[in-house]
């Protein structure tokens, strides 16, 4: 399995982003695909994550309302629409994907993406 994520950048704060996660190597149908970030000393967080069959969301209380999930089925691809963006929300993103139907909020995924890194200047 390979998840390979990309769409990082340096936007100002207010500003939008999309990142995505082209993740081949196997069907996921019964998989969650979920994005966390890790910040310059601290721990990995939970941003999102998305059931890939049925598109069922669950966000951070942080992001929740500015971030949106989906997915794109026929392109094996997750997205991460980021909008109205602050300086807190700048780390290195991370798409992951675990076997399974829990929208999992802790670090338990089975794979991981390379990371993608976000600034938000202010």
């Known amino acids: 399995v390979q998840l390979q994520a990309s769409g990082g950048g340096l936007v100002q704060a207010g500003g939008s982003l999309r990142l995505s996660c082209a993740a081949s190597?196997?069907?996921?149908?019964?998989?969650?695909m979920g994005w966390f970030r890790q910040a310059p000393g601290k721990e990995r967080e939970f941003v999102a994550a998305?059931?890939?069959?049925?598109?069922?969301?669950y966000y951070a209380g942080s992001v929740k309302g500015r971030f949106t999930i989906s997915r794109d089925v026929a392109k094996n691809t997750v997205y991460l629409q980021m909008n109205s963006l602050k300086p807190e929300d700048t780390a290195v993103y991370y798409c992951?994907?675990?076997?399974?139907?829990?929208?999992?909020?802790?670090?338990?995924?089975?794979?991981w993406g390379q990371g993608t890194q976000v600034t938000v200047s202010s």
């Open positions: 992951a994907a675990r076997s399974g139907m829990a929208l999992t909020t802790t670090p338990e995924y089975d794979y």
């Open positions: 190597g196997r069907t996921f149908s019964r998989y969650v």
């Open positions: 998305i059931r890939w069959n049925g598109g069922i969301t």
